[in-house]
């Protein structure tokens, strides 16, 4: 009989608070329909790996023999070398159309303006943990759940658990973060500003050179980021080039699906209480969401600086787009223009300024590891 | 948990090369954008002129 009860005797208080967190996580998923493809896998492996001597993940045994743990096994062949982030990135590429951003690349300025957040949250971070932590939780900003796991990985931050939920959260909770804080920063005026739309054809042979060259000019300025923006490019390369159709099909369903399942439930062999349950994972928390409204605090400031020398005013709101939660950023800039005037369609310049996003956040993690690698 | 608010000032420093380095990466990807755009344009007009002459 005893060997029913055993297991239950050694519950903790602090299972339980990890089973609400998984249960909030699940709810925000299907209920809120926030991130559902990873805030649900995140959810249930939380619940998973929080149950007293879980088989999921690796256990210490009395004999002092490591029993080995699925969750644990995949953490080690796929996260702690980066490789499903990366195999990841290679669907993002393939989903990710460069058109109206080729069509105007003057927009990818904003894409850098917007990482001002990660860079100044590197700053307060440090006040509070060492430098490689502080820089890893910077890279929440970037809204970009793969960068943020390379990032805080190569830096061999002990915080990878809550920098990949904040990062993953955040992402998820665009639409509630960044309204507030663009209509904070524009009046009603500048919010209702129009812009024109040129559509512009795109050859396709720039549109298949894109992808080659933003990976030569990436590898030479941060050689750390060549691998994340060779993926993501490699991806887009194998969509544009039009003779590889059946490839970019596959990469943008099958292999992003296949990688996201995993990767989600992966993330959360990291979600044990001991490791996830204290003060530095709220103070995390909190300095990831600094970064990530500050980030779109840039874009948005950005675009009204350019605004005080240029003649032909842009719609400040733009530049919020600039980080890489994409399309859902890009969107909600659109949403926002069209609540303040029907006719006012801004959808092709806030995609285009999100897909910079998504590039100079590639970049901008791969300068954070050239600096403290 | 120590707080060190030196760090705070001594990491400026990565701020203000962090911000430049992405503009500059980000100029120089405008300014490639602007010559592939430029290229492609010259190497389409040259190949509607030769089916052009081909035709006539």
Not at chain 1, 239 to 268: D, H, P, W, Y
Request: with cysteine.
């Amino acid at each position: 009989m005893e060997i029913l009860y055993e297991n239950l005797l050694q519950m903790d208080w602090r299972y339980l608070v990890m089973w609400v967190i998984g249960g909030v996580l699940i709810y925000l998923a299907i209920k809120k329909d926030m991130e559902p493809t990873l805030l649900l896998p995140i959810g249930f492996g939380t619940i998973l790996v929080n149950l007293p001597n879980s088989g999921a993940i690796d256990q210490l045994l009395a004999s002092g023999e490591t029993e080995h743990g699925a969750l644990t096994t995949l953490f080690n062949a796929g996260i702690a070398n980066e490789l499903f982030p990366l195999i990841l990135f290679i669907g993002i590429g393939a989903m990710i159309d460069f058109g109206p951003l080729l069509s105007n690349p003057k927009l990818m300025i904003f894409g850098a303006a917007a990482q001002f957040g990660i860079f100044f949250t590197l700053c307060l971070a440090s006040i509070f943990f060492d430098i490689n932590d502080a820089a890893s939780i910077a890279i929440i900003g970037a809204a970009d759940g793969p960068t943020a796991i390379v990032v805080a990985n190569k830096l061999n931050s002990q915080y990878l658990a809550p920098i990949m939920v904040a990062a993953y959260s955040y992402m998820a909770l665009v639409p509630i973060i960044q309204p507030p804080v663009i209509k904070l920063l524009t009046t009603k005026k500048e919010r209702m500003i129009r812009m024109e739309y040129h559509g512009k054809e795109v050859s396709k042979l720039t549109k298949i050179l894109f992808p080659i060259v933003i990976t030569i000019i990436a590898g030479l300025v941060a050689p750390a980021s060549v691998a994340l923006v060779g993926f993501l490019m490699f991806g887009n390369l194998i969509r544009e080039c039009g003779v590889l159709n059946s490839l970019s099909e596959t990469a943008q369903k099958v292999l992003a699906n296949l990688i996201t399942i995993f990767l989600g439930i992966t993330i959360a062999s990291q979600m044990s209480a001991e490791k996830f349950l204290n003060l530095d994972t709220l103070l995390i928390l909190g300095l990831g969401l600094f970064a990530f409204i500050f980030d779109t605090a840039g874009g948005v400031l950005f675009a009204k600086f350019l605004n005080l020398f240029l003649k032909k005013k842009i719609n400040p709101m733009i530049g919020a787009a600039g980080i890489s939660a994409f399309p859902m950023s890009g969107r909600i800039v659109h949403k926002m223009g069209l609540a303040e005037d029907p006719q006012n369609f801004l959808l092709m310049h806030s995609i285009g300024v999100n897909v910079s996003g998504q590039i100079a956040s590639v970049i901008a993690g791969g300068l954070i590891l050239s600096f403290f690698m | 948990m120590n707080l060190n608010f030196a760090a705070f000032v001594a990491n400026l420093y990565y701020m203000g090369i962090g911000m430049l380095c992405i503009f500059v990466v980000i100029a120089v990807i405008i300014l490639s954008v602007f010559v592939l755009d430029k290229i492609s344009g010259a190497i389409a007009k040259k190949a509607a002129e030769k089916e052009e002459n081909g035709q006539n």
